[in-house]
T-cell receptor, first 111, second 115 residues
């Protein structure tokens, strides 16, 4: 079993839809959780960074962490074609340790 | 802020030659940098952890004599692919951890093609 599981998709939604991206993790030592967006042939871009259970909002993006069920989510409101990318969840135990990535979910927002 | 650059962005080389890739944190210091490789439509695969002033820590299955890593300063790490072969062709990405935090920022990647 991978430490971070993520549905690879692809996920296709119409413009304006609410997108829900999800990951589960198994390592109880994970303390920090991130979501990265990666466009084709580019490096990952940090979208959200959270360290406690609950919601964190930034513009159209909301990151949600439920440590009791080891579940992390990213919600995208009013999705745009420019949101089409691969979204990677990642977790880390802390102290500058290496990230553990999910496999990434490929999202396509269609006009 | 928090910009990481990589140079070159792409490189084509002949089999048997060595290629050096630079990773720089432009506006912050990073004691720890990571090197990844990524194959098409796959997630990032961690190759090694680079700590400033010490030897890199390689992941299992990664040849340290083939992928030489040097982290000479708080803003620069280099990855040298020695005696490159076509199977080394990949997208190499570095990341840097902001000093005293756990936030990691990624470079734009370097596409290596070995002929």
């Amino acid at each position: 079993q991978k430490e971070v599981e993520q549905d690879p998709g692809p996920l296709s939604v119409p413009e304006g839809a609410i997108v829900s991206l999800n990951c589960t993790y198994s390592n109880s030592a994970f303390q920090y959780f991130m979501w990265y967006r990666q466009y084709s042939r580019k490096g990952p871009e940090l979208l959200m960074y959270t360290y406690s259970s609950g919601n964190k909002e930034d513009g159209r993006f909301t990151a949600q962490v439920d440590k009791s069920s080891k579940y992390i989510s990213l919600f995208i409101r009013d999705s745009q074609p420019s949101d089409s990318a691969t979204y990677l969840c990642a977790s880390v135990t802390g102290g500058g340790n290496k990230l553990t990535f999910g496999t990434g979910t490929q999202l396509k927002v269609e006009l | 802020g928090a910009v990481v650059s990589q140079h070159p962005s792409w490189v084509i080389c002949k089999s048997g030659t060595s290629v050096k890739i630079e990773c720089r944190s432009l506006d912050f210091q990073a004691t720890t940098m990571f090197w990844y490789r990524q194959f098409p439509k796959q997630s990032l695969m961690l190759m090694a952890t680079s700590n400033e002033g010490s030897k890199a820590t390689y992941e299992q299955g990664v040849e340290k004599d083939k992928f030489l890593i040097n982290h000479a300063s708080l803003t620069l790490s280099t990855l040298t692919v020695t005696s490159a072969h076509p199977e080394d062709s990949s997208f190499y990405i570095c990341s840097a951890v902001v000093l005293d935090t756990d936030t990691q920022y990624f470079g734009p990647g370097t596409r290596l093609t070995v002929l």
